[in-house]
């Protein structure tokens, strides 16, 4: 398969580590967008928010359960945002579910 964050789950592209467990892997983007940014995937491939069925659903509440603990040990009180794209249209340029999660400075809406 050649998915880029299906490669760094397997350590073939290294990156900045925040989190890992066996269903899920959080790192820092490596052109971040707020001076807090990281990304929270499923180590399985699910192309994207509308390949989410019953059968793999349960790893999308654990990334949100993985998402509050690290806004706490990484101190987001004052808030911050979690972003997901489906689809080309909606600037998803890697085809692998993946949320953003931005903080550490005011965030505008509408996003763009």
């Given at each position: 398969m050649d998915c880029l964050f299906?490669?760094?789950?397997a350590g073939e592209i290294p990156s900045k580590k925040v989190y890992e467990d066996d269903q899920v892997l959080a790192f820092y983007d490596i052109a971040p967008e707020a001076p807090v940014?990281?990304?929270v995937i499923p180590k399985e491939h699910i192309p994207s928010p509308a390949a989410i069925t019953e059968e793999n659903s349960k790893v999308v509440a654990h990334i949100f359960a993985v998402i509050a603990q690290l806004s706490k040990e990484l101190h987001l009180e004052q808030g911050y945002r979690v972003v997901t794209n489906c689809g080309q249209d909606a600037g998803q340029s890697v085809g692998h579910l993946h949320f953003h999660v931005l903080a550490g400075r005011s965030l505008a809406w509408p996003p763009g």
């Amino acid at each position: 398969m050649d998915c880029l964050f299906c490669k760094i789950v397997a350590g073939e592209i290294p990156s900045k580590k925040v989190y890992e467990d066996d269903q899920v892997l959080a790192f820092y983007d490596i052109a971040p967008e707020a001076p807090v940014h990281f990304l929270v995937i499923p180590k399985e491939h699910i192309p994207s928010p509308a390949a989410i069925t019953e059968e793999n659903s349960k790893v999308v509440a654990h990334i949100f359960a993985v998402i509050a603990q690290l806004s706490k040990e990484l101190h987001l009180e004052q808030g911050y945002r979690v972003v997901t794209n489906c689809g080309q249209d909606a600037g998803q340029s890697v085809g692998h579910l993946h949320f953003h999660v931005l903080a550490g400075r005011s965030l505008a809406w509408p996003p763009g």
